[in-house]
């Protein structure tokens, strides 16, 4: 007899599919199993809980009118999905958490640093029917996933006897949770040490994991006690002990997208919520009604010092806070709510019919495989020996790296499920023959997409590209508009120099982005100014090392214009990563920039893959020079970047040569400053430390390898350089090339018939030697000044001890060092041989004085000795120094002028505006 004998076409069976995780845990408590429940409790409705390694798992897909996938990430799936669209089911994705910001402690951190995988959750959001989420912060961030949304926040499911509150002089603070509130807890724990200790009467309970603990190590015993982490009922139990719960919770994306069950579970028991106030809580919770919200560790403080001294406050804030969750939060109150947006969506895509009208039968029939537990209309399918083997399997693999532990549980798996392709594709990473392994899976299930991909990515590595194209060919048939069996293919014809079948294959994968995954909402906390239309936001991808500092001020650059960015770093030896181009264009591609914009043309290969992709799909593409632009290009620099839609350069004596040599138009763009790194000036009440400093370094290492090089390469060109160096150091020139030519001919050397690779080669190591030449002499100059050096160790041979001073982190730290000194010296390198360097901006910026060598440039950003000081040469700057420090009300002056003059003209943001109307770009 069915359990339900209603028939009607309103019955419906959801089903909710999700990871194996813990099922005693409160993640799966609030978020699968309560919500189920509570929905089964509605006429008609039957839920299934599953996870997506079930041996049963598509046969149950198959059959429900509602398929929840909560935070699924896989291939697989896609296939399904589209035979449930094509037969009017319902596939509704559930996010509950912001899986673009997995912090380094969380078990799938690894899975969702890959790119891939984090387009493909978004995709599969897309591709459902609609999505739920977990919390409003998580809506208004991917909401544009899907066009149909809803949230459903974790609720209360159990309401625990209440709580009788005795005149105890003893109060417990308490908190319990898992290890991944290592640093929220870390944030407070001294400060509510110190405190404790000064509070007779205080006593701290924690349920934590070991280092947390460690965090009160210096809390005396009597004054603490532990409990171990445990399932979700030992901690209900543990609420029973404490007064006062504490939720310290650090202002991350990760953070801002968590539940404020925490508060809830307090409430509900009868604890006082002390909760920080971060997104979570601050909507929930009512400061001094149903809680209490702080904003710090010493508002934490403030807070537990009142309750601590009024025990009635105590009982009062609890009985309202637990009032409140009776009567809001409870699960059973809301458990139509879902199913009236399920029945919604699905009238909406079979044109208001009704569906299924034998939904019971169906349930019961599940009801008796092995694993089942049911109450009600409600089953769960607990995992069996076949899962656990699954499981246990990933676990040896991905985490303890143990191959044949793991294979041994794969193989018992499939023994057990013959027929299942699980065993076989998770086996096939720690196979000592995973082509056979695939090979296998895709006989158990010819659909999955993750099997035919793996098996082409096996044959590409040994070599069999006519078996790899294969493969990436079926995955392609078996689901077209997946990107990633383009982006396979691609990466073979690069490595089979087929340009032109590479640019073609990236044209699709730019298709199925484009439609399949659409652009997101302008994100307020990064680009802050108001916007009239979303649609009209400007996005723009930056490339550049990560152990730089410019695109730091470039990202800041392009979000004062009101521009969204991206940064994809793009290292020294990424670029030798076999696929790390069509990554690249993958990211590109994904994120729908309308500018690309190169630092050092980062990112750009020699054969000019990655700028023809770009020019083809309509993407402008600009590479800036903040460097010697010839030391970068390859010798052949028109292949290199002759799809560019711009070259910009740092200095413009670089210009003309850049375009001639290139045939891309090339253009001027000066450096800047970033006002957000620089305060305010320093109060001229306040007497700087130093007279005068320098802050920079020689780069002699880089000068060692540099010569070396030359010297196994080309030793008779070495005699060469030591004159050109000898000849740039004792005077002020910035052109190495007319000396190189001059002195060349000397030494009977034929300058122009050398390579002109090796031309650049040859400048880029004398200017380089005798730029570190020339600062050491220029410092010697000042010694008797008491000139300060704030640089690496390298000075130490040219520096009395005192004068030495360590180097400062250059994002966060360069302020208070210019603002320390009555005059920041500037020391060009010969690389400039026209332009200016940051410093020239940097300095006014943080409203302190330059004293400068000249350039060419220089004039025409500032008024020579009005706004900024010159010196000629060696004995001009002990003169400038002996003036400038003798009279201060000139030099406060030319502060306040170059101060303004910078602001207003020569920041990142006039920079990048600059950039902007240079390609064309509003």
């Not at 060692?704 to 060469?720: G, M, T």
Request: charged share 25%.
């Amino acid at each position: 007899m069915s359990l339900d004998q209603t028939t009607n076409s309103y019955s419906l069976l959801i089903v909710q599919v999700e990871p194996p995780q813990r099922e005693d845990g409160g993640d799966y408590y609030y978020r699968t199993f309560a919500p189920g429940l509570a929905m089964a409790q509605q006429q008609g409705v039957y839920v299934i809980n599953l996870t997506n390694v079930h041996s049963k798992k598509e046969e149950i897909m198959r059959q429900a009118d509602v398929l929840v996938l909560k935070n699924i990430c896989d291939p697989d799936f896609f296939p399904l999905i589209k035979d449930r669209k094509e037969q009017g089911k319902l596939t509704v994705y559930e996010l509950a958490d912001d899986l673009c910001a997995i912090p380094p402690w969380n078990p799938v951190h690894f899975f969702y640093k890959d790119q891939e995988n984090l387009l493909l959750f978004k995709r599969s959001a897309n591709y459902c029917d609609a999505i739920q989420f977990s919390v409003p912060e998580l809506q208004r961030l991917y909401s544009y996933l899907n066009p149909c949304s809803a949230v459903f926040p974790n609720q209360i499911t159990d309401i625990p006897p209440e709580r009788k509150f005795e005149n105890s002089k003893k109060i417990i603070i308490g908190w319990g949770g898992s290890h991944g509130h290592l640093e929220d807890m870390a944030e407070v724990a001294g400060v509510l040490m110190d405190w404790i200790i000064s509070k007779d009467n205080v006593h701290l309970y924690l349920m934590c994991s070991d280092p947390i603990w460690t965090l009160f190590e210096h809390l005396p015993a009597k004054r603490k006690k532990r409990f171990k982490p445990g399932s979700l009922d030992d901690y209900c139990s543990f609420l029973k002990k404490i007064d006062i719960g504490l939720a310290p919770l650090k202002d991350t994306a990760f953070n801002r997208s968590r539940s404020d069950v925490k508060f809830l579970e307090y409430a509900v028991h009868g604890v006082v919520p002390v909760v920080q106030a971060s997104v979570p809580y601050i909507f929930t919770v009512k400061h001094g009604e149903t809680g209490f919200l702080f904003e710090d560790a010493s508002g934490m403080l403030d807070v537990l010092e009142m309750l601590t001294d009024d025990g009635n406050l105590i009982s009062k804030v609890a009985q309202n806070a637990r009032e409140y969750v009776i009567k809001d939060r409870l699960q059973h109150r809301h458990g139509k709510e879902r199913i009236e947006f399920y029945r919604t969506r699905l009238a909406e895509l079979n044109s208001g019919q009704k569906v299924n009208s034998a939904t019971h039968k169906i349930f019961e029939g599940f009801c008796n495989i092995e694993g089942a537990i049911q109450k009600g209309r409600h089953l769960r399918l607990m995992p069996t020996k076949f899962e656990n083997l699954l499981h246990d399997g990933l676990v040896f693999s991905q985490v303890e790296g143990n191959a044949s532990s793991a294979q041994a549980l794969f193989s018992k798996a499939s023994r057990l499920e013959p027929n299942n392709y699980l065993p076989y594709l998770f086996g096939a990473s720690c196979s000592g023959n995973p082509v056979d392994s695939l090979r296998q899976a895709i006989k158990k299930n010819p659909h999955s997409l993750k099997s035919w991909i793996l098996l082409g990515e096996e044959y590409a590595k040994n070599g069999d590209v006519v078996r790899a194209l294969k493969c990436f060919e079926y995955a392609a048939e078996i689901f077209p508009e997946y990107e990633i069996p383009y982006v396979r293919t691609a990466r073979i014809m690069r490595g089979l120099q087929r340009k032109t079948d590479w640019i073609s294959l990236l044209d699709k994968v730019q298709h199925c982005l484009s439609y399949s995954v659409p652009r997101s909402r302008e994100d307020k906390a990064i680009c802050p100014l108001p916007q009239t239309s979303l649609n009209r936001t400007k996005r723009v991808l930056l490339l550049a090392s990560e152990n730089g500092m410019i695109h730091h001020d470039c990202l800041d650059g392009f979000r004062a214009l009101g521009w969204e960015t991206s940064f994809e770093p793009f290292g020294t030896g990424k670029h030798n990563e076999p696929d790390a181009y069509e990554k690249l264009v993958f990211k590109i591609y994904s994120y729908h920039p309308h500018l690309v914009l190169s630092i050092n043309q980062v990112g750009c290969d020699l054969d000019g893959y990655i700028l023809s992709a770009l020019s083809k799909a309509g993407i402008p593409a600009v590479i800036w020079y903040v460097d010697n632009p010839f030391a970068l290009l390859s010798n052949d620099p028109v292949q290199m970047v002759q799809h560019a839609s711009l070259l910009a350069c740092f200095d413009s004596s670089y210009v003309e040569e850049l375009t001639k040599q290139t045939g891309v138009t090339s253009v001027h763009l000066p450096l800047g400053t970033n006002p957000k790194r620089f305060n305010s000036p320093v109060s001229c009440a306040l007497e700087p430390e130093w007279n005068i400093s320098f802050v920079g370094n020689l780069g002699l290492d880089m000068v060692s390898r540099q010569r070396v090089a030359l010297n196994n390469d080309h030793p008779h060109l070495v005699n060469l350089v030591d004159e050109i160096v000898k000849k740039m150091t004792s005077g002020l020139s910035k052109s190495s090339r007319d000396l190189i030519e001059t002195h060349a001919s000397l030494l009977s050397i034929d300058w122009h018939a050398l390579p002109q690779g090796l031309q650049e080669r040859i400048c880029i190591v004398a200017e380089t030697d005798a730029s570190a030449q020339r600062r050491v002499q220029i410092i010697s100059t000042l010694s008797n000044q008491g000139i300060k050096v704030v640089g690496h160790p390298e000075w130490r041979p040219y520096l009395q001890l005192e004068q030495l001073i360590p180097p400062v982190d250059y994002l966060k730290g360069l302020c208070p060092v210019y603002q320390k000194s009555r005059i920041n010296l500037n020391i060009s390198r010969f690389q400039l041989r026209t332009g200016v360097n940051q410093r020239v901006f940097d300095v006014p910026a943080a409203g302190a004085f330059l004293l400068t060598d000249r350039t060419h440039e220089l004039g025409q950003y500032f008024q020579i000795n009005e706004e900024i000081a010159v010196y000629e040469d060696a004995e001009d700057i002990k003169l400038k120094v002996k003036y400038y420090l003798t009279h201060e009300q000139e030099r406060l002056a030319m502060i306040n002028k170059a101060r303004n003059r910078v602001l207003h003209e020569h920041t990142y943001a006039n920079r990048m505006k600059s950039l902007i109307k240079m390609i064309g770009l509003k």
